[in-house]
T-cell receptor
C-alpha cells in the first residue's frame, strides 16, 4: 500500500458524460500527478500540482481539467467523454517535484 | 520534446537467469532517472539515480546510470517468477518540472 488513495476504483459511464476522479496523496506529500494508461499506450503524464498550484502539464486534453485543494487532495475532471478516454487513470504523489513518486491503485474508467 | 526509449520491449527468461533492461533518454535539463516496477496494478518505485556511474542496489536488483552516454541499465540476477512485471524507466526534466516515462519492458520469468 503506497498510502495514495483513489476513488472510485471503477467507473462505467456513457459517451458525452462528465466524471470526477479523486485522489488523496500520502501524508506529507505536496506534489500530485495524474497519469493515463491505455492498453495500447504507456503511462501518459497529464498534469502535476505542487502545494495547490499547477506545476507542469503534459498531454492533457482541453476536455480534462484538474485541481489540487488546500487539503492537498486532487480531482481530475473528464468531460464530453469519448470511447477513447477509456483507460486506467493513476494518481501519484511525492514530497516534491524532484522526488520519487508513489502511485495510487488507479481508477479504471470505461466509456460505453 | 523529452524522449525515453526502453529495450527490449519484452523478454522471456527462466528462473535463475540474469536479465539486463535498458533505458536510453534524450532529455534537456536532466535531473534524475527513476525505475519503477508495475505488476497488475500501480507502478512501485525501485531506484532513483542522479549521479553517473554510481550503482544502486537492492537485493537482486541493481541499476547504474551513464550520463555521458545517456542511458541506464537495470540488472536482475537469479530471477524469480515474482519478478514478472513491466519495468518502467522515467526521466525528470528539472526545467519542465515533469517526468517522462518510457513504454516499459515486459519481463516474464518462467518456472
Amino acid at each position: 500500500d503506497s498510502g495514495v488513495t483513489q476513488t472510485p476504483k471503477h467507473l462505467i459511464t456513457a459517451t458525452g458524460q462528465r466524471v470526477t476522479l479523486r485522489c488523496s496523496p500520502r501524508s506529507g506529500d505536496l506534489s500530485v500527478y495524474w497519469y493515463q494508461q491505455s492498453l495500447d499506450q504507456g503511462l501518459q503524464f497529464l498534469i502535476q500540482y505542487y502545494n495547490g498550484e499547477e506545476r507542469a502539464k503534459g498531454n492533457i486534453l482541453e476536455r480534462f481539467s484538474a485541481q489540487q485543494f488546500p487539503d492537498l487532495h486532487s480531482e481530475l475532471n473528464l468531460s464530453s467523454l469519448e470511447l477513447g478516454d477509456s483507460a486506467l487513470y493513476f494518481c501519484a504523489s511525492s514530497v516534491g517535484p524532484r522526488n520519487e513518486q508513489y502511485f495510487g491503485p488507479g481508477t479504471r474508467l470505461t466509456v460505453t | 520534446e523529452d524522449k525515453v526509449v526502453q529495450s527490449p520491449l519484452s523478454l522471456v527468461v527462466h528462473e535463475g537467469d540474469t536479465v539486463t533492461l535498458n533505458c536510453s533518454y534524450e532529455v534537456t535539463n536532466f535531473r534524475s532517472l527513476l525505475w519503477y516496477k508495475q505488476e497488475k496494478k500501480a507502478p512501485t518505485f525501485l531506484f532513483m539515480l542522479t549521479s553517473s556511474g554510481i550503482e544502486k542496489k537492492s537485493g537482486r536488483l541493481s541499476s547504474i546510470l551513464d550520463k555521458k552516454e545517456l542511458f541506464s541499465i537495470l540488472n536482475i540476477t537469479a530471477t524469480q517468477t515474482g519478478d514478472s512485471a513491466v519495468y518502467l524507466c522515467a526521466v525528470y526534466n528539472t526545467n519542465a518540472g515533469k517526468s517522462t516515462f518510457g513504454d516499459g519492458t515486459t519481463l516474464t520469468v518462467k518456472p
